[in-house]
């Protein structure tokens, strides 16, 4: 029985590492855009459960020649899309990666996304980690935009 508790805990205290190290993505989407339109954008919330901060750093699609992060900020009255080198995930807090604010940024597109399909990219983290989302492409609704283009929690 000992023996039995202790597999348990050592079971627990890993799984919780391994939480800890991960990051939560939800409502991942990419927006659908007209034939020929050689770029679109990528949506979705990144949840960091961890204790550490985070920050996505890279994310590469077969569906993009390139990919950067972007943001929306305001410059002299003036809502401007710029890249940023990374998108920070604070601990224990969601990021929204929404119009108007954070967002990926997928340019070069090797075919039209088609309303309904799937695309795939890979995520890259400031501690090397990876992850693999598959996201519909779908229309984005301008009602989605968030106001200040930062972050919340959920």
Do not use: C, K, Y
């Amino acid at each position: 029985m000992r023996i039995a508790t202790l597999s348990l805990v050592m079971v627990s205290l890993f799984s919780a590492t391994a939480l800890a190290q991960s990051l939560a993505v939800e409502e991942a989407r990419v927006r659908a855009v007209p034939p020929g339109s050689p770029t679109t954008a990528a949506f979705m919330d990144l949840t960091n459960p961890g204790e550490t901060d985070l920050a996505l750093v890279g994310a590469v699609s077969p569906l993009a020649g390139t990919l950067e992060l972007h943001n929306h900020v305001m410059v002299e009255g003036v809502m401007q899309m710029r890249q940023v080198e990374e998108i920070p995930l604070p601990a224990g807090e969601t990021v929204r990666l929404a119009p108007g604010g954070w967002h990926l940024m997928l340019f070069d597109l090797a075919r039209t996304p088609l309303e309904g399909e799937r695309a795939t990219f890979t995520l890259t983290l400031d501690n090397g980690e990876t992850l693999t989302v598959e996201a519909p492409v779908t229309r984005v609704q301008p009602m989605e935009m968030q106001g200040d283009g930062q972050h919340g929690s959920h």
